[in-house]
C-alpha cells in the first residue's frame, strides 16, 4: 500500500481501517440469472415495425462503425462520403461491434454485458433492442450458416462465467449455459472468460476461446439447447482470433504461452501450435498470398516488436502449413491490431503501446515483397489505434486515439492521407458492414 499516512492523505485511524478492510475475504462475485437477463430485455422497435427495404440511397454495406470508447458510444460513418451519419448511446466502453449475416444490423457489445442491436435500414441508423446477458464481457457474434442467417446471437461473458443466447433479430433471451471451469492442466478455476467468439459460414457453430482454461469451445446452434458440444485442449491464454482463408481453421492467440493455436474446426481438433515472439496479438488477424510460401497468415506482438508470418495453406503448402515462415522487425513493441484486405498491397499494423516513442506510428509491409516497406505517422493527439478498411479496399481508417481524437483516412494504395475527421471521443475499434459480415480481413 502506498505512503498515505506519511504524505498526510490519510490519517492514522484511516490507515488502519484501510487496511483491516484489504484484508476481508471478498464477496462472492453476482451472477447473472436467465430472469435478470430476461428483464433486462428491451424491444424498443418491434420486428414488424421495422422497414422491409432500406429507407434512404447511402451504401450502407460501407457504413464504418466506429467505437468511441470512453463515450460509451458508436459513431457510424458512411464510407463513401466520410460523413458521420449518427452516433448512439450504447452500454458502457464497447469493445467491438459484429455485423449480421446479411450486414442490415450491428451488434454492439459494451464492457457491462450490454448488447445493441442497430438496424442499418432505417433513415437514420436507431437501437432496435438491447439487453444484458453479462455483468462484464467483450465478444459477440451472430448465426451466419445457411438457414439461419440472423436467427441467433451469442455474447460471452468474462463474468459470469457463462454464455447467452439471443433471438438476433429482437435480443429476446433464449438460453444461459454455464462453461466448463475446468483447465488443460486439470485444475479447477474460479474464473473462465470468453474471449474472441466467431461464427462459422461452413457449419451452424459459434466457436470461442475459453481464456484461463485453455479450452476453444464450439457451440451448436442447430440445437435449440444451444449446447457446447466440444471442448478443444490448446494453450493458455487465449485471447483474439479469427479464421484462415478458407474459414475451416480457427487461429487464436494464447498469448501467455507465446503461441497462436490452430483448430481445425472440421475435424474438431487441435491441428497445430505455432511459437511466435512475445505476447502474439492479432485481432482477427490477416491473410494473404505471400510471393514464396503462398497463402499465409501472421500476428502482431504486444511485447516484441516483430510480425511473425506463418504459412496458412496445408493443402497447397503442406510443408510450410503452420509453421513460421517471416520474422519481419519493427521498430517497437506494443502493437494491438494488424490488418490488411484482398485488394491492398499492404498489410498494416500499429504499435500503441509503444514505450519508446513509436505509437503514432504504423508500418507497412508489402504483400509483394514479403518485407517491411516503412513506418510513419499517422497520428497527433494520441497512439494511432487499430485499421480497418472500406468496403472496395482502397481506404483505410486508422484511429487517432485521444480524448480530441481523429480519424486519419489513408488511400489504401499510396497510404497517402485523404481525409481527417475530428470531433470523436476517443475513436478505437472500427468496422467496416461488408467486411465484418463476410470476415474479410
Known sequence: MGNFGQRGILSEEEVTQLAAYLQL???????LSMVDIQASWDLIVPLAARPTAPEHTRNWENYIGVVLRDASQIAIFDGDTHEEVVRLDT??????????????????IGRDGVVTLVDLWTTVPQIVATAKGCHDARSVDGSKFPGFE???????????PQYVVFDGLTLEPLQRVDVPMGS???????????AAIVASHDAPVWVFGLKESGFVGIVDYSDPGFPLVSTIATEKFLHDGGFDHTGRYFLTAANASNTMVIVDLETQTLAATIPTGFVPHPGR????????YGWVNATSHISEGKVSVYGADPVGRPDVAWQVVREIALPSAGSLFIKTHPN????????????TGFEKQICAISKQTGALDRCFSVAANGPAVHL??????TEVWVSDWASD??????????????????GVTTPTGKFNVFNTAHDIY
Open 25 to 31: 475475504p471478498p464477496p462472492d462475485a453476482p451472477s
Open 91 to 108: 452500454g458502457i466502453a464497447v469493445h467491438i461491434l459484429r455485423s449480421s449475416a446479411d450486414g442490415r444490423y450491428f451488434y454492439a
Open 150 to 160: 440472423d436467427a441467433y446471437v451469442i455474447e460471452g461473458c468474462y463474468w459470469p
Open 184 to 194: 488443460i492442466t486439470g485444475e479447477t478455476l474460479l474464473e473462465n472468460r470468453i
Open 285 to 292: 488477424g490477416v491473410n494473404w498470398i505471400d510471393p514464396v
Open 344 to 355: 491492398s498491397p499492404w498489410v498494416l499494423v500499429d504499435m500503441t503501446l509503444s514505450s
Open 388 to 393: 480497418e478498411f472500406n468496403q472496395a479496399g
Open 405 to 422: 481524437g481523429r480519424l486519419i483516412i489513408l488511400d489504401g494504395t499510396t497510404l497517402d492521407v485523404i481525409n481527417t475527421i475530428t
